[in-house]
Every structure is written in structure tokens, then in C-alpha cells.
């Protein structure tokens, strides 16, 4: 029976992986936008309530001039709507889950206002502005202060004349949610109190949205509506299992059953819920998921290795792997740090960015290098634990030539079983740090220090998440406990050992001795 339900798990997976990879939507999209300008005489921008569009602006401006000193400075807002404003079918969608928008400003070459520095720090004020559809009001879509002001550090190229080429993308704001149909975003760069005078004349600005793909959110939707009541079954199922024992469960059994929970939250949909309401909040918490499941699949694989290892005295225990456990707490801490400092700030003002200051900018990118390094250190760890596991298991196996042909094939049985589990543990253990360090590596790239090379397809995103739960599903399949791996009588159990140490043999191992009928 169990044979017969991992076949169709696999087959299962097979096929979404397939259509997801073939024809599945790419993850993001992004389009670019270029800002309009309005001569704000009357600063009603000044108090960030009044939004300024079309409809608001009064003296629209088609040119900027560099002679025209009214229309430099703080009398300048740049808009733009998003998607646009020209065609009204066209519009976002809380499918989109999330928005991140990039800002280029497009400079002038003017004398009179040399560029001191390659790297200058352009300072800005703006703020977002929602509704639902062309013909109802904006509405704040945060709350905004007077004196919020924001600063990035923009790359602008020059030439061996000393005039600027152009100016690299700098990061704008990040929504957690797309709750509205149409958003207005509001800039202004105020010269005041010694702002931006660094930063070249202007001739406009430029918007690159980004946004999550709304058919790859179905997809995604779709395959955790799936699993979801098929996980949340194992588990339950699982954990009556355990109940069901008369003896204590394992240390092993035990992090089976927290990984069955980690994993049935992180497959709950509550994409659902953004439908409807506008929850930022939701993005942190599948972060907060994400990096369960990183720390329940690290320490399950590493005591799935440990509790296998034939030359070991003492098991069972979680002091013996107190080092190891330590390092992917702090691992996981230093990931959660990073999450809160950037994602969680930007619940309240989606304009905070860790990066925008040098000190800012060295601390991410030393928590996203030193976690990428634990990852890859961790995987080097345990592949080689499990390849002392396999040595071990291959000496028991050449240690059971001399013994009767039941007992070799119920021994050869379970090695063969083990082994099994330790290549798919590798599988999905080499292509989960894979994943980890280029979620970190595209982290980087879309700091807004320039545009994102690094483009994840559909595929392997739900492909990963596919094996995540394939390999989840097949542990909870396998080590169920049964009354053949408590310590019960049964047929196999019946075997007279006399040419084979069973004292030796693991605990953990013995769970696969249960029949493949249970």
C-alpha cells in the first residue's frame, strides 16, 4: 500500500513539475514607467495628503528648464501611475502578492552644477497613493510623516570628458501586498537644508515595477491547495501513530513529527486572505516559514545521519548534537534578523531600505555571505557524515556473508532501504543550499545597485517546493512508527540473530523494519 501511494506521489510530481517548467508562467514581471512632472507653486505636496496626478496638477510641466529657477527644487513633484493611466483595462492585481519599484533619474548635463562624486546621495521625499479603479479617490496606502525623508546612493557613469553617461537604479519602496488596481507615487527632491546639491539637473525620472507573476501565483496557490490536506493527513496520521506506541518515541520520530508540522504551515494558502484584504504582513510570515522549514530539514537530516551511524554508543539524545544545533539556530537567527531589519520595517514605511546607507549596505551583505557560507559549510558536514554512514553500513553488510539467507536479506532489506533515503537526502539537500544561496544572491542583485541578472525560473521554484514535500511525505510514509519498530513481537523480530550483533543496530534503523503492508 505505502509502495503504491509514494508511486503516485512521485507520479504526481512528475507531472506538475513538468507543466510548471514547460508551461508554467515566469515568476516576476516588470515594466517601466516614466514620471510626469507638475510645477507644486502652492506645496500642497508639502503635508503628503493631497495626491498629485493629472486631475490635482494645475501647472503641468512638459520641459524642465535649466534656466527656470521655479521650477528646480522643491516646486518640482514627479508622478506616476502604475500599471498607467492611459488604458484603464489595465490594472493590478492581488494576485501579484508583492511590488518592488526601482527609481533611475534621468540627468541633465549642466556646468553650472558639477558632479562631486561618482556615487552621489540623492535625497527624496514621496509617498504611495491607492484606489480601486480609475474613477474612485486615492487613498494613502501608508501613513506618512513631514519629516520623512529618505536618502539613496546613486552610480552615475562618467565619460573622459567628466559628463555623466547615466545614473543606475536605485531601490524606490517595496509593497508586501497588491491590494489596489491602480497606485500613484509621488517624488520629490527637496533642496533644502543642504539636499542634493550634489546630484546633477534633472530631466525627469524613470519607474521600474516588479512585480510577482499573478499566473506563477496561481500555479503556486494551486500545488499548496493540493498538498496541503494531503500533508495535514500524514501528519495527523503520523502523530497517531506515535501515540498509539507504548514505548517512548525516538529523538528521531520526534523531529519527524515537528518537521510534519513546519511543513503543514508552510503549505497553508493563505494567499487567499490577500485577495481580499490588504495584509503586508503576510510576505514576513512566509519568511518566518520559509526559515522553519530550513531549521526542522537541517536538524532532521542531521540526526537522520547521526542516528544511522553504526559506531556510535550513545543515541538518542539531543546533548550529542548540541554544537551542530547550535550552529543552525544562529544561522537561522542571523536570517531572521535580516528579514525583520528590511521586510519588517517596510510593513509600516515600504521606503525603508537597509541599503541605503554604506554601514546598512556592509551589514546585509555580511549576513546574507555568512549565512550563505553556514549553508554551504553544512552541506559539506553532512555529506560527509553520510558517506562515514554508508561505509559503516556497507562494513555490516560485508559482515553478514556468513549468516543464514533470512537474516541477510532482512539486513540487506534495511541497508538498502537506508541507503535510498541518504541519496535522496543529498538530492534535496545539494539543490535546497542551491536555492538558499541564490535567493540570497538575487537579494543582492535587487538591492538597487543595478538591474537583476539573476532571473529563477518557475520550474525550479516549484519544482523545489515539489521535492520539499516529496521528501517530507516519503519520511512520514517511512518512519511511521508500527508495532515491528516499538519492540513487539512480529515476523521480523521472530529472526534468530546469533551470527549478528543486533545490539549494534541502530535505533533509528530499526524503525524501517516495519512491513511494507502497514
Excluded at 518566518?288 to 559506531?311: I, K, N, P, Q, S
Aim: proline share 5%.
Amino acid at each position: 500500500y505505502q509502495r503504491r501511494v509514494r508511486g503516485g506521489i512521485n507520479a504526481e510530481y512528475g507531472v506538475l513539475i513538468v507543466v510548471a517548467g514547460g508551461k508554467g508562467p515566469r515568476p516576476t514581471n516588470a515594466m517601466t514607467r516614466i514620471t510626469k512632472t507638475c510645477n507644486d507653486k502652492y506645496h500642497s505636496f508639502e503635508n503628503h495628503t493631497k495626491p498629485i496626478d493629472d486631475t490635482s496638477c494645475t501647472d503641468k510641466v512638459e520641459s524642465i528648464s535649466v534656466d527656470d529657477a521655479t521650477l528646480i527644487g522643491n516646486n518640482i513633484i514627479f508622478y506616476v501611475v502604475l500599471p498607467t493611466d492611459l488604458f484603464p483595462q489595465i490594472t493590478m492585481s492581488p494576485w501579484f502578492q508583492w511590488m518592488i519599484a526601482l527609481m533611475q533619474i534621468r540627468p541633465r548635463q549642466d556646468p553650472r552644477v558639477p558632479l562631486s562624486s561618482s556615487e552621489p546621495v540623492i535625497t527624496f521625499k514621496a509617498a504611495i497613493f491607492g484606489r480601486s479603479g480609475p474613477k474612485d479617490i486615492w487613498r494613502p496606502v501608508h501613513t506618512v510623516l513631514p519629516e520623512d525623508v529618505h536618502s539613496r546612493r546613486i552610480n552615475c557613469g562618467i565619460d573622459d570628458e567628466y559628463e555623466i553617461t547615466e545614473c543606475s537604479d536605485v531601490s524606490l519602496f517595496e509593497l508586501g501586498s497588491v491590494y489596489y488596481a491602480q497606485y500613484l507615487i509621488n517624488i520629490q527632491l527637496p533642496e533644502r537644508n543642504g539636499f542634493n546639491r550634489d546630484i546633477p539637473r534633472l530631466d525627469g525620472i524613470d519607474i521600474t515595477e516588479i512585480h510577482q507573476n499573478g499566473g506563477f501565483t496561481k500555479v503556486w496557490v494551486a500545488q499548496k491547495s493540493v498538498l496541503f490536506p494531503v500533508l495535514l493527513s500524514a501528519t495527523l496520521l503520523f502523530s497517531r501513530q506515535v501515540r498509539l506506541c507504548d514505548s517512548l518515541p525516538l529523538l528521531i520520530t520526534r523531529v519527524i513529527q515537528a518537521l510534519g508540522v513546519v511543513n503543514v504551515i508552510y503549505n497553508v494558502p493563505l494567499e487567499y486572505i490577500s485577495l481580499f484584504a490588504d495584509i503586508p504582513q503576510l510576505r514576513v510570515w512566509y519568511d518566518c516559514c520559509t526559515g522553519m522549514f530550513y531549521a526542522a530539514t537541517a536538524v532532521l537530516w542531521l540526526l537522520f545521519v547521526g542516528e544511522h551511524r553504526m559506531d556510535l554508543d550513545q543515541r538518542n539524545k539531543f546533548s550529542n548534537y548540541w554544537k551542530e544545533i547550535t550552529a543552525i539556530s544562529i544561522c537561522c537567527f542571523i536570517m531572521f534578523l535580516f528579514d525583520i531589519i528590511e521586510r519588517g520595517l517596510q510593513i509600516a514605511d515600504p521606503f525603508h531600505s537597509i541599503w541605503s546607507t554604506p554601514s546598512g549596505e556592509y551589514t546585509a551583505r555580511a549576513l546574507l555571505v555568512v549565512s550563505a557560507v553556514c549553508a554551504s559549510f553544512y552541506f559539506l558536514v553532512l555529506l560527509y557524515l553520510m558517506v562515514r554512514a554508508v561505509l559503516s553500513m556497507s562494513r555490516k553488510r560485508a559482515s553478514l556473508v556468513n549468516v543464514g539467507r533470512v537474516r541477510q536479506m532482512y539486513y540487506e532489506g534495511l541497508i538498502t532501504r537506508f541507503k535510498v533515503m541518504v541519496y535522496g537526502t543529498v538530492v534535496c539537500g545539494l539543490l535546497t543550499v542551491v536555492m538558499f544561496i541564490l535567493i540570497n544572491v538575487k537579494r543582492c542583485t535587487t538591492s538597487g545597485e543595478g538591474e537583476d541578472q539573476l532571473q529563477i525560473g518557475s520550474g525550479f521554484l516549484v519544482g523545489m517546493a515539489g521535492l520539499w514535500n516529496l521528501y517530507v511525505l516519503n519520511v512520514l510514509f517511512l518512519y511511521a512508527p508500527t508495532k515491528a519498530s516499538t519492540g513487539t513481537e512480529d515476523e521480523y523480530q521472530t529472526i534468530e540473530m546469533t551470527d549478528v550483533n543486533v545490539a549494534k543496530t541502530p535505533d533509528a534503523l530499526r524503525v524501517l523494519t516495519k512491513p511494507a503492508t502497514d
